[in-house]
């Protein structure tokens, strides 16, 4: 069996595929070790460590290096935040994704430009380009920001959510990704609504992950959180001792 088609079977809703997002070989190491059933990348969090902000501004093929590094790393199946594609053609996305041995990556509906919603007629267009170039090769995981983007009510951001999903399951898509709902009733109804299994953000922890696996979430993945914490644990105790001039490293 393929990596890609044990990481679409480990999408079922009720019973979450969790993961958490590795930045590095190192981190995703840790997750494995952990037990969890893949490893998920953070394109927030990739960045970081590369040097630049998120929203492609670092190099297509420095985030595939990293990729590459991470999927070599591991047993288990990685799937990248992949941004919106970095601007490649569906052709050479796939082609040079591909060569990191990676089996699965988030594409977000987002121009990383303006920040704003892409036509969802043009994302749908995308995502199946990209689906026939893959064949059943990749999961995709389409990302959809009308809760981050969408102005009006949560009702409305809800209906462009459903609209959207609808949408991006017809072109070929294996799940989607409604980043930034943490309610736990619109969840359900888009989950309901939703002809395909979704995958949530775990947020800062105001919903367990058995509250979601109750709404019928099929994925649940964390962002760049834990490379926060990690990175803001550093700053708060290493850097003030070594300011001080105290030796951590002393028996």
Not at 7 to 29: E, F, I, K, Y
Not at 65 to 70: N, P
Request: net charge negative; hydrophobic share 45%; with cysteine.
């Amino acid at each position: 069996m393929s990596s890609a088609t044990v990481l679409r079977a480990l999408h079922v809703p009720g019973t979450p595929l969790v993961v958490p997002n590795a930045w590095d070989a190192a981190s995703a190491r840790l997750i494995e070790a952990a037990g969890f059933a893949a490893v998920a990348t953070s394109s927030n969090a990739t960045a970081a460590v590369l040097g630049y902000d998120d929203g492609e501004a670092a190099p297509v093929q420095d985030v595939l290096d990293s990729a590459a590094r991470i999927a070599r790393a591991v047993s288990v199946p990685v799937t990248v935040d992949f941004e919106r594609g970095y601007r490649l053609d569906p052709a050479e996305l796939v082609e040079r994704f591909a060569a990191t041995g990676a089996v699965g990556l988030n594409l977000e509906d987002s121009d990383p430009a303006t920040g704003a919603m892409i036509d969802p007629g043009e994302q749908a267009d995308f995502l199946a380009a990209v689906r026939a170039v893959a064949g059943d090769t990749l999961v995709i995981n389409a990302r959809i920001d009308a809760f981050l983007r969408q102005a009006g009510s949560a009702e409305d951001q809800l209906s462009t959510a459903i609209d959207r999903a609808a949408r991006y399951f017809t072109a070929g898509a294996d799940c989607v990704y409604p980043i930034g709902v943490g309610d736990l009733d619109l969840i359900g109804r888009l989950v309901k609504e939703a002809p395909g299994p979704v995958n949530v953000a775990y947020g800062q922890g105001a919903n367990t992950i058995a509250a979601y696996a109750a709404r019928g979430v099929a994925r649940v993945s964390f962002g760049p959180m834990f490379q926060r914490h990690l990175y803001g644990t550093f700053a708060r105790s290493v850097l003030p001792t070594l300011q001080a001039d105290r030796n951590p490293f002393a028996g």
